[in-house]
């Protein structure tokens, strides 16, 4: 009894603390930082840690994983060729998730007519993320937020976070602006690119249970309906889809189009309004196909999914007609048939699917500021005029871009992005720009 009394009196005893800000700030170290922690960033950070760099990995997002988990855009497109052996584009970790979500059950392979697409749960994806991260010895800092970054010349040197536990500064030979919105280079003060015409729509994903999967309708007659009937359930967009996931009898739903401003103020509350419309298009897919959504209801609502906001001015400004022609670059770093996928109007989107035999490369100049020599820019930040970028920031080539940045950063070292030897690059490249087996 004695001995109990003491250890519950050690453990009720308390020290005084004091709020000493000096002391406040942590210090990390790395070879490589990538701030950004969507597809397109882990995929930076898991080949750079492959590669045996140190590596820290931080975003502003308490989660990891960026749009593909907490999103859920939900399915990885722009993977395979459109033709007939409809290989894989993109390998590194996209062989990994599929093959290690597909050995639970957590993927489901859509061959359409023209491109194959491959749904995924996203709760799998999550934890796969994390697991990786956990398995590569990658640093992650979640929760932090970009507040400064801090260059010397033509170098960063480093970046200041602010955490709900306090301020981060990582000092990195390299950085990856993995951020989508280029935040890193904007905050470096490097010129960056707007949409010159107006929004590019993003949408607010949900995915919905209690449905009779075998009743639902095509792509074609939702649209259709959505046409007819759209107005009367206050929906803005008149297409989109709704894709069942057999395995777990859910559907992903995307019939949303909201506008995604890179103002703190706006952003939060379009995406409250987001949420808004996703319920009206639950209640119009009850209303008008009641065999198939009758009871349906929604299981999660993403976080709101965007597009296209800002992004870098590159050493390549990649265009549609470059993107339409194939243009095969001689740095190329990743590859896709994706169609142009503009969300450019509320009411839908500009959709320019290609032959089957079309395949069109993102160079490495697209992912580099000429004014920057430890950068490297991927995903939906990359240059490219707004059609191109339509096509390419989707998760396949977001994996290769990613892949690119580790090897890039590994060549260059303490020199620049600029000087490597692009033939080596491309030898290490050639699974995800040449390879068709
Ligand atoms: C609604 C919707 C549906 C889509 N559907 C599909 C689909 O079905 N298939 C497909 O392949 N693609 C789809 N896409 C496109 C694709 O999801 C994205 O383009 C892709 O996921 C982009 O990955 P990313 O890594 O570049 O960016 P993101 O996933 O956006 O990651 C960027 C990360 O950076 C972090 N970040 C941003 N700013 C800061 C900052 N200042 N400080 C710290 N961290 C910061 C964010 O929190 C985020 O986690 C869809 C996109 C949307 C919006």
């Known amino acids: 009894m004695k001995t109990r009394r003491n250890s519950e009196r050690l453990s009720y005893s308390t020290r005084v603390v004091r709020n000493d800000s000096l002391n406040m700030k942590k210090y990390v170290k790395a070879d490589i930082c990538v701030v950004g922690a969507g597809i397109s960033g882990i995929s930076a950070a898991v ?19 960026g749009q593909a988990v907490h999103s859920i855009v939900g399915t990885f497109c722009g993977l395979y060729h459109h033709g007939e052996n409809r290989y894989q584009f993109t390998h590194g970790i996209a062989d990994d998730i599929l093959h290690d979500l597909g050995a639970q059950g957590a993927l489901h392979y859509r061959h359409g007519p023209s491109y194959t697409t491959v749904l995924y749960d996203e709760v799998a994806l999550s934890r796969w993320v994390e697991r990786t991260v ?8 979640v929760g932090a937020v970009l507040r400064e970054v801090k260059t010397d010349g033509r170098r960063i040197c480093f970046v200041d976070l602010a955490t709900r536990y306090g301020e981060v500064r990582i000092c990195a030979n ?6 989508g919105d280029a935040a890193l280079a904007w905050l ?3 010129p960056c690119r707007e949409p010159a015409r107006g929004p590019i729509y993003g949408s607010q994903m949900i995915v919905i249970e209690s449905i009779a999967p075998e009743y639902v309708p095509s792509r074609e007659e939702l649209a259709a309906r959505l046409r007819e009937k759209g107005a009367k359930y206050n929906l803005v ?25 890179l103002d703190p103020v706006d952003a939060t509350m379009n995406g409250l309004r987001g949420k808004e419309q996703a319920d009206r298009a639950l209640e119009f897919l009850k209303g008008e196909f009641p065999v198939a959504f009758g009871n349906a209801r929604i299981r999660s609502y993403g976080f709101p999914g965007i597009r296209q906001t800002r992004w870098i001015v590159g050493v390549h400004h990649l265009t549609v007609d470059e993107v339409r022609a194939g243009k095969r670059f001689p ?26 035999d079309h395949v069109h490369y993102v160079p490495l100049g697209s992912l580099l500021s000429p004014d920057a020599d430890n950068l ?21 080539p977001c994996i290769a871009m990613g892949a690119a940045a580790a090897h890039v950063l590994h060549l260059a070292g303490s020199g620049s992005v600029h000087e490597i030897d692009k033939n080596v690059l491309q030898h290490r490249l050639y699974d995800n720009v040449v390879r068709t087996d």
């Open 47 to 65: 080949e750079a840690a492959r590669l045996g760099l140190d590596v820290v990995l931080v975003d502003g997002f308490p989660g990891l994983g």
């Open 134 to 141: 956990l398995d590569c010895g990658i640093t992650a800092i």
């Open 174 to 179: 390299g950085f990856v602006d993995a951020t």
């Open 188 to 190: 470096a003060g490097l």
């Open 237 to 261: 967009r008149r297409d989109g889809f709704a894709f069942v996931f057999p395995q777990r009898g859910t559907a992903l739903v995307n019939l949303t189009h909201m506008e995604t401003p």
């Open 331 to 356: 740095d190329a770093v990743a590859r896709t048939a994706w169609p142009i996928e503009l969300h450019d109007h509320i009411e839908g989107y500009i959709w320019e699917p290609f032959d089957d």
């Open 376 to 396: 490297v820019a991927v995903g939906r930040c990359i240059d490219a005029d707004a059609a191109a970028l339509s096509s390419v920031r989707v998760m396949g």
